[in-house]
């Protein structure tokens, strides 16, 4: 009896370490700290200590007055570029210093520093999940949104804002029209973005950007300094594929479209987007032709269904494997689809960690390799971190390595 549990716990932790052993850690943090200009902040602190307000008189602020509430920062988007990992922190409780931050990938100690610095990061409300063109340029949303349970509000529009990642200036911010805002929900639904830069120029470019809370697709031209917004049923979460559970809670959550992933282009120039709801098991795809033409008609596909509990949320596309990959959040996994095969039945779990890979919040491929963001968000909402132990994970591995031996690999 002693023996055959012995063997049954061996071959489960084998599993799990085999299911995860191409990936490696870039960084953890066990609690998010801050560097402002030097002044670091390590654990909570009322005040700015930076700013000229030293003399303080209060013993007791309220929250919404606090500076840094360590607990609160819950990192959610990153993207990295060249020797900076951009870390995300939405405002999404009080006590949250600056919403988008690097970290220098040789730190020792991943610091989040404010970008493009101190005094230009409080221009950000709350910023998801930024991501780089093939031009230099960071492209994000910043929703305007104070997203604390109980007192939201917008202090400002959502807006598209974009900085040049050489000369870290702004060069573009572009406030959403109201009309492509269905109710005070939407700014808080527009989590991700996806670009599509026209090869002959940057001054060419699509941004997609997907809207969870109130289930669109906001398309912005470059070109034009225009917006305009897509609605579809495939945009929708699905009811049947509810109720997930991760780290033990059951998610109840009702997202809708989540994530937008583009293929590389055709003989023709045309592009592919992959998309899905978050709640949903099935993927669906369409030309960008037809969203820079804001004419969908009927020239949504439905692909088919990815299997059981393979609720995902950010996914991308790795071209010259023509392989998507998706953060997993129902299986603390990430799923791979070789895009020349038919969806259904050639879905593959690649790795899945019970610790580093829970609640898998961003996802993104980087030349040859696909990069995750785990932030275990379920437990800070339904239950508690322990800040003792590492929480947050910044995950890689080589694409490669991850499909190696599994039906993504031609
Ligand atoms: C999800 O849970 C809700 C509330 O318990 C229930 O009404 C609904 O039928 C469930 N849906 C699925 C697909 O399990
Ligand atoms: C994608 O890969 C194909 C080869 O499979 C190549 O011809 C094409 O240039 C690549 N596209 C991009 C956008 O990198």
Redesign the pocket.
Known sequence: MVLRLLTLNLLSSLFLVVKCENMSVVFSWKQISYNFDGILYTKSSDYDRSGFDIVHFADDLDDPEKFFIQYNNVPIGFEQHGDRVFVTVPRRRHGIPSTLNYVKLSSAEPILQPYPDVARSQSLISVYRPRVDECGRLWMVDTGMLEVPGERKQVQPPAIVVFDLSTNRQVLRHELKPSVLVDERTPAGLTSITLDVDPRGCGDAYAYITDLATSGLIVFSMRDRDSWRIEHDSFKLD??A??FTVAGHII?WRDGLFSMALSGRDAAGRRTAFFHPLVSTQEFSIDTEYLKTRAIGNHVRLLGTRGPLTQSGSHDYHNSSKTLFFGNVAQDGILCWRTDKPLTMNVVLVAQDREKLVYISDLKVKGDEVWVLANQIPRFVYSVLDPSQNNFFLMKAKVQDLIRSTKCYS
């Open positions: 009811e049947s509810m109720n109840s």
